[in-house]
C-alpha cells in the first residue's frame, strides 16, 4: 500500500500556507481600497470582501490544478485559512478609503 503524502514536504506545505496568507491579505487591502474609493456602504462593501475571497480561492485552486491536498494540509485550506483576519485587513482599508476620498476632502 502507498502512503499518500509520501513525497510531500512539510516544510513545503507551510511555506504554502503563508503564501496563501500573504495572498489573502494582499486581496484584501486591495479590495477594501477599491471599496473605499467606489464609496460602497453596508452589506454591499462585505459582499464585494467575500466575492474577492471566492475569486482568490478559485484562482488558486485553477492554479493548484484542482489538487489542493498536495500543497495544503487540507482540501478545505484554500477557501477558509485567513479568511477571518482578511476580513479584519479589508474593513481597515475599506474604511481608510472611504474617509480619505469622501470625508476629508
Request: glycine residues 10%; charged residues 15%.
Amino acid at each position: 500500500m502507498q502512503n499518500p503524502d509520501f513525497g510531500l514536504s512539510k516544510e513545503k506545505i507551510d511555506k504554502n500556507e503563508k503564501i496563501l496568507s500573504n495572498c489573502r491579505t494582499f486581496a484584501s487591502i486591495l479590495g477594501g481600497c477599491v471599496t473605499g474609493v467606489l464609496g460602497l456602504t453596508g452589506l454591499l462593501g462585505f459582499v464585494l470582501y467575500f466575492v474577492c475571497s471566492i475569486l482568490l480561492s478559485l484562482g488558486l485552486l485553477v492554479k493548484s490544478k484542482f489538487s489542493t491536498k498536495r500543497y495544503f494540509r487540507t482540501s478545505s485550506s484554500i477557501w477558509t485559512s485567513g479568511v477571518g483576519s482578511g476580513l479584519m485587513t479589508y474593513i481597515l482599508f475599506w474604511t481608510l478609503m472611504y474617509d480619505i476620498v469622501y470625508i476629508f476632502f
